[in-house]
């Protein structure tokens, strides 16, 4: 099993930046990418951010040169960095990762509990 914990979420103005942190813990070595997703009231939940254990990242082009994926693994943990963040950036996120292999009937996905970021004046 892999729990996620974030944190780093609240309230920021329009222009601001928020950084948030995804803390994993029990059978960390069989994450093989984390990233991050977030949904809006009333909308369907989206990838933001993917990040593998090899450092390869991914971002859907509406957050590119915007929001920036790092991780630390030493502390098994993932960070979001979100610079100019806009009113239409509110939203619950969640730290996602995944694991394990298809084949061997051992694939996860694991969720952290998300973080409200709402950015507002």
């Known amino acids: 099993q892999v729990q996620l914990v974030e944190s780093g979420g609240g309230l920021v103005q329009p222009g601001g930046s928020l950084r948030l942190s995804c803390a994993a813990s029990?059978?960390?070595?069989?994450?093989?990418?984390m990233g991050w997703y977030r949904q809006a009231p009333g909308k369907e939940r989206e990838l933001v951010a993917a990040i593998t254990s090899g450092g390869s990242t991914n971002y859907p082009d509406s957050v590119k040169g915007r929001f920036t994926i790092s991780r630390d693994n030493a502390k098994n943990t993932v960070y979001l960095q979100m610079n100019s963040l806009k009113p239409e950036h509110t939203a619950v996120y969640y730290c996602?990762?995944?694991?394990?292999?298809?084949?061997?009937?051992?694939?996860?996905?694991?969720w952290g509990q998300g973080t409200l970021v709402t950015v507002s004046s």
């Open positions: 996602n990762a995944k694991g394990g292999s298809n084949w061997s009937g051992n694939a996860f996905d694991a």
């Open positions: 029990g059978r960390t070595s069989s994450i093989n990418a």
